[in-house]
């Protein structure tokens, strides 16, 4: 049982040392900007360090998480604003994704499969605040405030901070999809990818959370006048 | 501008902001050594495989034990037991 184990490791291993192999070997140095080539080193860096992280190698894991955190931590800054929440979100995401590395398959970049994970989690987190999210205050004033400006003469920290108020206003479902769409700027099926709904439901769910934001403003006017 | 337009480009606003900057690293490795949330690094795995098959050979040493004494037992021991059960 334990030779047959280790055979299937040692095959696993060899498989995925190739796979890094072939990604070195496909990429012609010379010939590609220097973004791509980064990102293809980046790329086979991640198959390495998974594969010696799977076998319980700790600083190959650290490689990992210094490596995407900082993308991990954009993802989730539009989930929470509180710096302490933010970063124990952060800090879930890559709990959770060393307990099911074994289930990355290598299909799809390691920063894409991470963006999915850093969704739930901060969707979780929302559906677990949903109670408290009408404590968030939004009041049109600021709204008209912004609105007085050029979108590129409002701080980007201000629009970031009010956009985030506004969605609190809404079901985690709508936040959700509005967040996705407009500020992480994912196409339907980016979208469908991070939330694991089908693109038609991606669809509808954007249509559905316009009409709530529309009605939110026609609610906020009505109790301000 | 209506609400929607003015939603859009203040969220392309938005995205240009300056995230915090964040390490979680010792964090995450101190929880995964720590074994919270059932994380098991690699290196435990083979004794819990091991664990598992001793448990599962344990299980079925004592159920053979258990068939082989009920089937097994002494025709004189039965006879006593019917007379104790009599009495």
């Known amino acids: 049982m334990v030779m047959a184990i280790s055979q299937a490791q040692m095959l696993s291993s060899r498989t995925e040392g190739l796979l890094v192999e072939l990604v070195w070997r496909a990429t012609d140095w010379r010939s590609v900007p220097q973004g791509k080539a980064n990102a293809t080193a980046d790329a086979a860096g991640d198959l390495e360090d998974i594969r010696q992280s799977r076998h319980g190698d700790g600083d190959a894991y650290r490689r990992l998480i210094e490596r995407h955190q900082k993308h991990v931590g954009r993802i989730l800054w539009r989930f929470s604003r509180d710096r302490r929440v933010h970063e124990e979100l952060v800090q879930d995401v890559f709990v959770q994704a060393y307990l099911n590395l074994d289930d990355y398959r290598g299909r799809a970049p390691f920063a894409h499969w991470l963006a999915r994970i850093a969704t739930h989690i901060g969707y979780g987190h929302w559906r677990r605040s949903e109670r408290r999210r009408r404590i968030e205050h939004f009041s049109l004033e600021q709204w008209d405030q912004a609105a007085g400006e050029t979108p590129l003469q409002t701080d980007a920290s201000e629009a970031g901070e009010l956009v985030h108020k506004l969605l609190a206003q809404l079901p985690p479902r709508d936040r959700l999809v509005l967040t996705l769409r407009y500020l992480e700027e994912c196409s339907i099926a980016e979208t469908a990818e991070r939330t694991g709904w089908t693109q038609t439901m991606v669809k509808v769910q954007t249509f559905r959370a316009k009409k709530k934001l529309e009605r939110l403003f026609q609610r906020i006017e009505k109790e301000t006048t | ?87």
């Open chain 2, 1 to 87: 501008m209506n609400v929607e337009e003015r939603f859009k480009a203040l969220a392309a606003r938005a995205r240009d902001e300056t995230v915090p900057a964040v390490d979680v690293t010792a964090g995450v490795l101190a929880i995964l050594s720590a074994g919270k949330g059932q994380a098991t690094f690699a290196s435990e795995r083979p004794w819990m495989w091991l664990a598992a098959v001793s448990s599962a050979a344990a299980a079925a040493c004592a159920l053979f034990v258990i068939v082989a004494n009920y089937m097994w037992s002494d025709p004189l021991t039965e006879i006593v037991q019917a007379i104790s059960w009599a009495m």
